[in-house]
């Protein structure tokens, strides 16, 4: 069975400091890994993916086999960060069916 | 460009009735998931349809059921309604079912039974 676990419920940091959003999984196969991102008010929407491997508003994520984690790292956190984060993962016997982790509000403080 | 919608926005039902949900997808996708978010948790995936035709299904009881329309918009169902069933219910589109494509979410149906 294929689980994410973001360890995490809050995340509070100040602004300029560096932010790191754990995510850790289990899957059998090779998947893929995502970050959805739902800003205050707005509708959930992908922040970035593994198979990009391009850095969206400052944060990336390493997809480390070894130890099956996606962490989303950003250097120097900014307000406009805030929100709520969920690492999620699809497989490669599942298509694009979602497994999504239990999301980690990140606030960032002034 | 339409994103995806959900329709309606909020309902209120009671334990043991019938609720359908509706979601259009994005112009040009074909498929289109479900997931149910229970409050404080992450989103869970119910069913995917590609084509009109089911292509997946989560843990989720027969009684979630599931239709998608030649223009690829789509219905949720729920039969037999239980308090747990109070969630906030999202559709997702995408171009397809390839793995390591975006999901693009509508704003959610809360549900709300008692």
């Known amino acids: 069975a294929q689980r994410v676990t973001q360890p995490e419920k809050l995340l509070s940091v100040f602004k300029g400091a560096p932010v790191e959003l754990k995510c850790n999984y289990s899957y059998s196969g090779s998947p893929e890994l995502f970050w959805y991102v739902q800003y205050s008010r707005q509708r959930l929407q992908l922040l970035l993916r593994h198979i990009s491997r391009e850095s969206i508003k400052g944060f990336t994520a390493d997809l480390n086999k070894g130890e099956t984690s996606f962490h989303l790292k950003k250097p120097f956190a900014q307000e406009e960060d805030s929100a709520m984060y969920y690492c999620?993962?699809?497989?490669?016997?599942?298509?694009?069916?979602?497994?999504f982790g239990g999301g980690t509000r990140l606030m960032v403080k002034p | 460009e339409t994103g995806v919608t959900q329709s309606p926005t909020h309902l209120i039902k009671t334990r043991g009735q019938q609720v359908t949900l509706r979601c259009s997808s994005q112009?040009?996708?074909?498929?289109v998931s479900w997931y149910q978010q229970a409050l404080g948790q992450g989103p869970q995936f119910i069913f995917q349809?590609?084509?009109?035709?089911?292509?997946g299904r989560g843990n989720f009881p027969p009684r979630f059921s599931g239709l998608q329309f030649p223009n690829y918009s789509s219905e949720l169902n729920v039969n037999a309604l239980e308090l747990d069933d109070s969630a906030l219910y999202l559709c997702?589109?995408?171009?397809?079912?390839?793995?390591?494509?975006?999901?693009?979410f509508g704003q959610g149906t809360r549900l709300t039974v008692v």
């Open positions: 112009s040009g996708h074909n498929t």
């Open positions: 349809y590609y084509r009109e035709e089911e292509n």
């Open positions: 997702a589109s995408s171009r397809t079912v390839e793995m390591n494509t975006e999901a693009f």
């Open positions: 999620a993962l699809s497989g490669s016997n599942a298509g694009n069916m979602l497994t």
